[in-house]
Antibody, heavy 125, light 110 residues
Framework: EVQLVQSGAEVKKPGESLKISCKGSGYSFTSYWIGWVRQMPGKGLEWMGIIYPGDSDTRYSPSFQGQVTISADKSISTAYLQWSSLKASDTAMYYC??????????????????WGQGTLVTVSS | EIVLTQSPGTLSLSPGERATLSCRASQSVSSSYLAWYQQKPGQAPRLLIYGASSRATGIPDRFSGSGSGTDFTLTISRLEPEDFAVYYCQQYGSSPPAYTFGQGTKLEIK
């Protein structure tokens, strides 16, 4: 069974750094893109970026480029999303997702079949 | 950047009725690149439909997707109590990769 298990909720102050994690299991972690999706309180879904753990190829949404860093450690089947200096506006639920291909392969996945349970990040002074 | 606009914003129906949710793209989207998700309160989204019309594993056949070009539809043939949730459409654009979600349609019990 494919599972994406995320780290627990975090409460941080503005200016602090943070790294949250997403551990994949039940499949070959290095063979599927992992993405991150933000959901601000009461709002919709926003794609942040994706990483291919096999070679750490990473692509960002222009809205999040330079604001966050996505990484992966394939030795422990874990992807990460990190901030160097949090802002109150980073308060949100963050989901990791596994990318899937409609035709079974391609340059990048087209949709997201498996989702982590979400990590709630609260940034408040 | 392709913008997805979902309508209506809120849809009020009763169990047993048929629900029709719309997703309109600002530019033509390949049908292979259009997906639908369901999100219930306090839960992660769940994939319902990919490739515009293919049901994901375990999704009941009362859910169906259709459309092409700029207009896509999610239809729930007979609403069950557990279907009341928020629904999002999502499209994929390549080179560079980009994934856009619609703003969502809330399906509520009338």
């Amino acid at each position: 069974e494919v599972q994406l298990v995320q780290s627990g909720a975090e409460v941080k102050k503005p200016g602090e750094s943070l790294k949250i994690s997403c551990k994949g299991s039940g499949y070959s972690f290095t063979s599927y893109w992992i993405g991150w999706v933000r959901q601000m309180p009461g709002k919709g879904l926003e794609w942040m970026g994706i990483i291919y753990p096999g070679d750490s190829d990473t692509r960002y949404s222009p809205s999040f480029q330079g604001q966050v860093t996505i990484s992966a450690d394939k030795s422990i089947s874990t992807a990460y999303l990190q901030w160097s200096s949090l802002k109150a506006s980073d308060t949100a639920m963050y989901y990791c997702v596994r990318g899937e291909y409609y035709y079974g392969s391609g340059s990048y996945p087209e949709y997201f079949q498996h989702w982590g349970q979400g990590t709630l990040v609260t940034v408040s002074s | 950047e392709i913008v997805l606009t979902q309508s209506p914003g809120t849809l009020s129906l009763s169990p047993g009725e048929r629900a029709t949710l719309s997703c309109r793209a600002s530019q033509s989207v390949s049908s292979s690149y259009l997906a639908w998700y369901q999100q219930k309160p306090g839960q992660a989204p769940r994939l319902l439909i990919y490739g515009a019309s293919s049901r994901a594993t375990g999704i009941p056949d009362r859910f169906s997707g259709s459309g092409s070009g700029t207009d896509f539809t999610l239809t729930i043939s007979r609403l069950e109590p557990e279907d009341f949730a928020v629904y999002y459409c999502q499209q994929y654009g390549s080179s560079p990769p980009a994934y856009t979600f619609g703003q969502g349609t809330k399906l509520e019990i009338k």
